[in-house]
Every structure is written in structure tokens, then in C-alpha cells.
T-cell receptor
């Protein structure tokens, strides 16, 4: 158990819908990262937050957004869902300062299926 | 952005044998990390090697880093069926982003 929690574990929804994925980092970790893992694209970095502020952006679609709240939990919002958004979505956290030696601790993931 | 690429894509061995996986990357890095992922589960950090280190050990794991060749290898000695998983290398950009970029992984199957 990494100490990172993600809910829900599974999510099945229809195209065009909107969903919210939730992540709670390990106690004391200030950085939260979101990743998308699909068979054809591998593990893709989406976005990073550090202590409530957006720190880095990767291959995140405009239909996707995220935020980190004062209690450091984070939410990833996916809207206007398409079949191709079906994937495993992982959240990871890392201890401060989020600099060079950035071992990440991954949550168990949310499996999203868009029908 | 740079990306580590693991080789081979898949590896099948018998219990007790050693497993070697390689990772190549494109530009200068701060550090390189290896992660393990059991099917459908989250990634688990195995080992981090800094750019000024050449070799590191952790239990049955041995990691080497050759910055001149921009490559790393992960050796698992005396493999066990429980080592069956996918293994990923992750590199970060010495230019300052510190965001690990993952390769597509090596799928290791250890037969009992």
C-alpha cells in the first residue's frame, strides 16, 4: 500500500459525459501527478500540482482539467468523454520539495471505460 | 520531451534465472528510476540512480547507468514467479522539469 488513495476504482460511463476522479496523496506529500495509461499510448503524464498550484503540464487535453485543494487532495475532471478516453488513470504523489530526487508513490488507479 | 525506451518489450524466463532489462534515453538526465507494475495495478518504485552514479544495488536488483551511452540496465537475479510484472524506466529532464517520463515497459514473465 503506497498511501495514495484513488476513487472510484472503476467507472463506466457513456460518450459525451463528464466524470471526476479523486486522489488523496500520502501524508506530507505536496506534489500530485496525474497519468493516463492506455495500451497504445503507454503511461502519459497529464499534469502536476504542488501545494495547490499547477506546476507542470503534459499531454493533457483541453477537455480535461484538474485542481488541488487546500487539504492537498486532487481531482481530475474529464468532460465530453470519447471512446478513446478509456484508460487507467493514475495519481502519484511525491515528497517535498518535488525537485530532483522525485520518487513517486502511485495510487491503485481508476479504470475508466467509456461506452 | 525525452523518453526512456525499454528493451526487450517482453521477456519470458524460468524461475531461478536472471532477468536483464535495458533502457535507453535521448538527452541528459538528473536521475533514472525503475518502477514495477503488476497487471492493472499502480506502479511501485524500485530504485533510483543519480546521473553521477554508475551502479546501485537493492536486494536482488542491480541497476547500472552509462551516461555516455545514455542507457541503463536492470538485473533481477534468481528470479521468482512473483517477479512477473511490467518494468518501466523513468527519466527526467536535466533542463529542469523534473517530471519523470516513462517508457512503454518490459513485460517479464517468470515461469515456476
Amino acid at each position: 500500500d503506497s498511501g495514495v488513495t484513488q476513487t472510484p476504482k472503476h467507472l463506466i460511463t457513456a460518450t459525451g459525459q463528464r466524470v471526476t476522479l479523486r486522489c488523496s496523496p500520502r501524508s506530507g506529500d505536496l506534489s500530485v501527478y496525474w497519468y493516463q495509461q492506455s495500451l497504445d499510448q503507454g503511461l502519459q503524464f497529464l499534469i502536476q500540482y504542488y501545494n495547490g498550484e499547477e506546476r507542470a503540464k503534459g499531454n493533457i487535453l483541453e477537455r480535461f482539467s484538474a485542481q488541488q485543494f487546500p487539504d492537498l487532495h486532487s481531482e481530475l475532471n474529464l468532460s465530453s468523454l470519447e471512446l478513446g478516453d478509456s484508460a487507467l488513470y493514475f495519481c502519484a504523489s511525491s515528497p517535498p520539495p518535488g525537485g530532483t530526487y522525485n520518487e513517486q508513490f502511485f495510487g491503485p488507479g481508476t479504470r475508466l471505460t467509456v461506452l | 520531451s525525452q523518453q526512456g525506451e525499454e528493451d526487450p518489450q517482453a521477456l519470458s524466463i524460468q524461475e531461478g534465472e536472471n532477468a536483464t532489462m535495458n533502457c535507453s534515453y535521448k538527452t541528459s538526465i538528473n536521475n533514472l528510476q525503475w518502477y514495477r507494475q503488476n497487471s492493472g495495478r499502480g506502479l511501485v518504485h524500485l530504485i533510483l540512480i543519480r546521473s553521477n552514479e554508475r551502479e546501485k544495488h537493492s536486494g536482488r536488483l542491480r541497476v547500472t547507468l552509462d551516461t555516455s551511452k545514455k542507457s541503463s540496465s536492470l538485473l533481477i537475479t534468481a528470479s521468482r514467479a512473483a517477479d512477473t510484472a511490467s518494468y518501466f524506466c523513468a527519466t527526467d529532464d536535466s533542463g529542469g522539469s523534473y517530471i519523470p517520463t516513462f517508457g512503454r515497459g518490459t513485460s517479464l514473465i517468470v515461469h515456476p
